[in-house]
């Protein structure tokens, strides 16, 4: 019996070592805007992100509250992931769902 829960948790360690998640390194940090895009009930965008060298639409799935502000217009330098999922915004337009790794204000 003794031999028999030892092997179990060597197994256990061995198991739980291999699903140890870390933060991809090979991201790279872009410039952009988090922008209130308006009441997306009134046709609207939301809280989107607007990358600043592509001008492309982002819907993040993570953005902290303190960006969740109406009205705001704030430069940040983020880190992200795409999630291979798109948004129907406002007039059919469709963006792609992203993840934050890392979001700074500038």
């Known amino acids: 019996m003794k ?10 360690v061995v198991v739980f ?3 140890q998640k870390s933060a991809p390194t090979n991201l790279s ?4 805007h988090v922008v ?3 009441d997306p009930q009134v046709d609207g965008l939301g809280i989107v992100i607007s990358i600043d060298n592509t ?3 982002v819907a993040p799935i993570n953005l902290p509250t ?4 109406k009205g705001i217009n ?3 330098a983020i880190k992200i992931v795409n999630t291979g999922k798109m948004a129907r915004l406002n007039f059919g337009t469709n963006s ?3 993840y934050l790794v890392s979001i700074r204000k500038l």
């Open 17 to 19: 070592a291999g699903c």
């Open 96 to 98: 792609r769902v992203v």
């Open 29 to 32: 940090e872009t410039n952009a």
């Open 74 to 76: 704030a430069p940040v």
């Open 36 to 38: 209130d895009g308006g």
């Open 3 to 12: 031999k028999l829960s030892g092997l179990l948790i060597i197994l256990l």
């Open 66 to 69: 303190e960006f969740q502000q």
């Open 55 to 57: 001008h492309e639409i």
